[in-house]
Structure formats: structure tokens, C-alpha cells
Nanobody, 125 residues
């Protein structure tokens, strides 16, 4: 699976952005978890949101719950992250990832098999 993330940019606090992750080479249907992680400068990569391709269950980090929404489009083979009410602390490089193993933990980045290249989100006035 090759993953391509896009949609990052500069946005003011309180604004919105929508990130999209497209899979090629192999469809998302072969993966179990499709997720978004982020990494801010000087910090470790952290879990943001995940969905299961088979039944669309969703999981969110506490820091984004109620503000971010992860969704999938089976026909387009994409996973999107709608980010609302953005805060300066949301500034980071956002990565999409796919995990083939249903026994894995959705919020553990070390268990993911494929990663996109990252897209920068900057929240600043």
C-alpha cells in the first residue's frame, strides 16, 4: 500500500481543515486500522484518530474528541480527517497510516505497516 496524504496548510485558530489520505498499489480493504497520527516539533508521534475499514468503528485521542472526525470512502479508497475548532497546539505534521493486523493496537504507531509522507498543519494567527 502506498499512502498519499494531502490537505495541510496554514489556518487561524478556530478554523477548519480537511486532510485526505489516498491508497494505491493495494486497497485499504486489505488493512484493518486506517489512522491519522501527528508529530509536533521536538515531540514524539502521537495518535489522533483511527477507523476500521471493515465496519467503520472510530477512535479518537482525548485531545481531539469532539473537534475532529475521521471518515472513509470505500469507493474512492480514501480516509479523511475533518478538523474543526483548530488550536495552535494542533500544529504538527500529520501522517496517515494503515495497519494490516487486527490484533494490533490502534493507537500504537509501532504496529502500523504503511505510512504516508506527512502533511503540515499550522494553526496560527
Amino acid at each position: 500500500v502506498q499512502l498519499q496524504a494531502c490537505g495541510g496548510g496554514l489556518v487561524q485558530p478556530g478554523g477548519s481543515l480537511r486532510l485526505s489520505c489516498a491508497a494505491s498499489g493495494r486497497t485499504f480493504s486489505s488493512s484493518y486500522f486506517e489512522s491519522w497520527f501527528r508529530q509536533a516539533p521536538g515531540k514524539e508521534r502521537e495518535f489522533v484518530a483511527a477507523t476500521t475499514w471493515s465496519d467503520g468503528r472510530t477512535y479518537y485521542a482525548d485531545s481531539v474528541k469532539g473537534r475532529f472526525t475521521i471518515s472513509k470512502d470505500n469507493a474512492e479508497n480514501t480516509v479523511d480527517l475533518q478538523m474543526n475548532s483548530l488550536k495552535p497546539e494542533d500544529t504538527a505534521v500529520y501522517y496517515c497510516a494503515a495497519d494490516l493486523d487486527p490484533r494490533g493496537s490502534y493507537n500504537d504507531p509501532t504496529g502500523y505497516d504503511y505510512w504516508g509522507q506527512g502533511t503540515l498543519v499550522t494553526v496560527s494567527s
